[in-house]
């Protein structure tokens, strides 16, 4: 059996990308010995002022997992890679999302040196908010990998201009059904969220960032309370500094009596509740790789509305899984809703969803991931 090293974020730590690496470490023990080492120091507290951990819930916990890199700490970094030499593994396996991680990367890589593949899950190329050298900082490690994985043709393409020769893998982001802990029916999460029966239901879902569009889904509910009686919205997702902005958006479209706003990160097993009482997750992205998000919701079995923006529309098939729109367009995005529920799309797209599953699968991952290192072996 094959060993790899996988390394990522992993529970305790917040966030998507958490709750992948879990996923992915539990699908490649069906095939290989997997070690999973983690950080003990992700971002230095000056750089991520929040709280970083989360332990309300450990349901992507990981027993075995390992925290032993601290990503600020180069002596640290060439300690741990001659731990993960010494393990001899077949392919050391690394999460890349944002340049941050290139000085850590680039020693860990460095001091692995070239007999031991190395491969990278790209979850984006270039990060959601693009700064000075980070082209440069992501040129510099990307380029001494093996192999990748990446979840769309932008982030393929994004690969190419900065390793034209990249052996990589094409491979949808894989559902996160792990949340679907009690399977609520629609109605029993709709009566613990003390939600009317018979509303229109939507949900906007995640960390709130400028680049997430929320203010043009805001402005289409002025055109669907028009159109659309019992029309919701729930905003689920921790804000920056900005919240008060949004709030004063909703005040300035007269649609405060039909959004609802929970700011704060969700813990795990509160996700959901949100996602089985809606009938509608939206996205309405001004720019993406892909997101965690259309997977989540996929979990669940929704549908969901993402604009024409990075990877989204390779993982929703518009007028089948959703609809793709066009972005920073409300009235577009008033338009999907209103013809998903006229038109009674709900129960096929439904159908749609469930017959993708392969295709969303962390074993389909899996098989891409032992395509590439036999590739490269």
Same mark, same amino acid.
């Given at each position: 059996?094959?060993?790899?090293?996988?390394?990522?974020?992993?529970?305790?730590?917040?966030?998507?990308?958490?709750?992948?690496?879990?996923?992915?470490?539990?699908?490649?023990?069906?095939?290989?010995?997997?070690?999973?080492?983690?950080? !003990?120091?992700?971002?230095?507290?000056?750089?991520?002022?929040?709280?970083?951990?989360?332990?309300?819930?450990?349901?992507?916990?990981?027993?075995?997992?390992?925290?032993?890199?601290?990503?600020?700490?180069?002596?640290?970094? /060439?300690?741990?890679?001659?731990?993960?030499?010494?393990? !001899?593994?077949?392919?050391?396996?690394?999460?890349?999302?944002?340049?941050?991680?290139?000085?850590?990367?680039? &020693?860990?890589?460095?001091?692995?040196?070239?007999?031991?593949? %190395?491969?990278?899950?790209?979850?984006?190329?270039?990060?959601?908010?693009?700064?000075?050298?980070?082209?440069?900082?992501?040129?510099?490690?990307?380029?001494?990998?093996?192999?990748?994985?990446?979840?769309?043709?932008?982030?393929?393409?994004?690969?190419? =201009?900065?390793?034209?020769?990249?052996?990589?893998? #094409?491979?949808?982001?894989?559902?996160?059904?792990?949340? %679907?802990?009690?399977n609520l029916t629609k109605e029993q999460?709709?009566?613990?969220?003390?939600?009317?029966?018979?509303?229109?239901?939507?949900?906007?879902?995640?960390?709130?960032?400028?680049?997430?569009?929320?203010?043009h889904l805001i402005q289409a509910m002025?055109?669907?309370? #028009?159109?659309?009686?019992?029309?919701?919205?729930? /905003?689920?997702?921790?804000?920056?500094?900005?919240?008060?902005?949004?709030?004063?958006?909703?005040?300035?479209?007269?649609?405060?009596?039909?959004?609802?706003?929970?700011?704060?990160?969700?813990?795990?097993?509160?996700?959901?509740?949100?996602?089985?009482?809606?009938?509608?997750?939206?996205?309405?992205?001004?720019?993406? =790789? #892909?997101?965690?998000?259309?997977?989540?919701?996929?979990?669940?079995?929704?549908?969901?509305?993402?604009?024409?923006?990075?990877?989204?529309?390779?993982?929703?098939?518009?007028? %089948?899984?959703?609809?793709?729109?066009?972005?920073?367009?409300?009235?577009? /995005?008033?338009?999907? &809703?209103?013809?998903?529920?006229?038109?009674?799309?709900?129960?096929?797209?439904?159908?749609?969803?469930? !017959?993708?599953?392969?295709?969303?699968?962390?074993e389909r991952l899996t098989e891409k991931?032992?395509?590439?290192?036999?590739?490269?072996?």
């Amino acid at each position: 059996m094959k060993k790899i090293v996988l390394i990522g974020p992993v529970y305790p730590y917040k966030g998507g990308i958490a709750h992948y690496t879990s996923l992915l470490y539990r699908a490649l023990t069906k095939k290989f010995d997997v070690e999973l080492i983690s950080y !003990k120091m992700q971002y230095p507290k000056f750089l991520f002022k929040k709280e970083q951990r989360d332990y309300r819930n450990d349901m992507f916990k990981v027993e075995s997992a390992q925290f032993l890199i601290n990503t600020a700490n180069p002596l640290n970094l /060439i300690s741990v890679a001659h731990r993960i030499k010494k393990l !001899k593994p077949d392919l050391v396996l690394m999460q890349w999302w944002h340049p941050y991680f290139a000085p850590c990367y680039w &020693i860990l890589e460095t001091v692995l040196g070239k007999k031991i593949k %190395k491969m990278f899950v790209c979850h984006n190329v270039f990060p959601h908010e693009r700064f000075p050298m980070d082209k440069l900082l992501t040129k510099l490690v990307l380029k001494k990998a093996d192999s990748f994985i990446v979840h769309s043709k932008s982030d393929g393409e994004d690969l190419h =201009t900065i390793k034209p020769d990249a052996q990589y893998r #094409q491979n949808p982001h894989p559902t996160y059904n792990a949340f %679907k802990i009690r399977n609520l029916t629609k109605e029993q999460a709709r009566q613990e969220l003390s939600r009317n029966p018979d509303e229109k239901l939507l949900l906007f879902f995640g960390f709130v960032r400028d680049y997430k569009g929320l203010r043009h889904l805001i402005q289409a509910m002025p055109i669907l309370k #028009q159109n659309l009686e019992g029309i919701r919205l729930m /905003i689920v997702g921790a804000f920056g500094q900005d919240q008060e902005d949004y709030l004063k958006l909703i005040e300035q479209c007269g649609v405060q009596d039909c959004i609802e706003v929970i700011d704060g990160y969700t813990p795990d097993n509160e996700v959901e509740k949100y996602f089985a009482a809606c009938d509608l997750v939206v996205l309405p992205y001004e720019s993406a =790789t #892909q997101s965690g998000i259309v997977q989540i919701a996929y979990g669940f079995d929704k549908p969901v509305i993402v604009t024409n923006v990075g990877g989204l529309p390779d993982v929703v098939t518009d007028k %089948k899984t959703g609809y793709v729109v066009a972005p920073q367009k409300p009235d577009k /995005i008033a338009d999907a &809703i209103i013809k998903f529920y006229r038109d009674g799309m709900e129960s096929e797209f439904v159908a749609n969803v469930r !017959k993708e599953a392969y295709r969303f699968s962390w074993e389909r991952l899996t098989e891409k991931v032992e395509e590439l290192l036999e590739v490269s072996l």
